[in-house]
C-alpha cells in the first residue's frame, strides 16, 4: 500500500519562512508528477505547484515567485519552500502524486494535508 505524510507544517509569520516535506512510501514501481495542492477555509482545494520527474515545474500565479517545489528523486520526496509567505496562504497544503503502483498500476495519492498558519 503506497503512502503520502507530509511534515513541517505550523505557524509562521508573514515574510518569514516554512519548509514542508512530503515522503511517500509503500509498493512503488515509479513516481510521475508529485505537486502541493491547497485548500483555504471555506474555500475549494486549488493547485499551488507541480513537479514532473524531470523537474519541470509549474506555479499557480498566486505562489510564483515566493515557494520553490524540489523533488529527492532516490527518496521519493517533494519539499515546498515556501518564502514569504502571506497571511493568504493560511491553509491546509496537501501533497499528490500520481505513482505506479506494483499491485494496483497507476494511481493517484493523497497525503492526510498539514495544517500552515501565516500570521500578520
Known amino acids: 500500500q503506497v503512502q503520502l505524510v507530509e511534515s513541517g507544517g505550523g505557524l509562521v509569520q508573514a515574510g518569514g519562512s516554512l519548509r514542508l516535506s512530503c515522503a511517500a512510501s509503500?509498493?512503488?514501481?515509479?513516481?510521475?508528477?508529485m505537486g502541493w495542492y491547497r485548500q483555504a477555509p471555506g474555500k475549494q482545494r486549488e493547485l499551488g505547484v507541480h513537479i514532473t520527474r524531470g523537474g519541470i515545474t509549474n506555479y499557480a500565479d498566486s505562489v510564483q515567485g515566493r515557494f520553490t517545489i524540489s523533488r529527492d528523486t532516490a527518496k521519493n520526496t517533494v519539499y515546498l519552500q515556501m518564502n514569504s509567505p502571506k497571511t493568504e496562504d493560511t491553509a491546509v497544503y496537501y501533497c499528490?502524486?500520481?505513482?505506479?503502483?506494483?499491485?494496483?498500476?497507476?494511481?493517484?495519492?493523497w497525503g492526510q494535508g498539514t495544517h500552515v498558519t501565516v500570521s500578520s
Open positions: 499528490n502524486a500520481e505513482i505506479v503502483d506494483y499491485g494496483l498500476g497507476l494511481r493517484h495519492y
Open positions: 509503500g509498493s512503488i514501481f515509479s513516481i510521475n508528477p
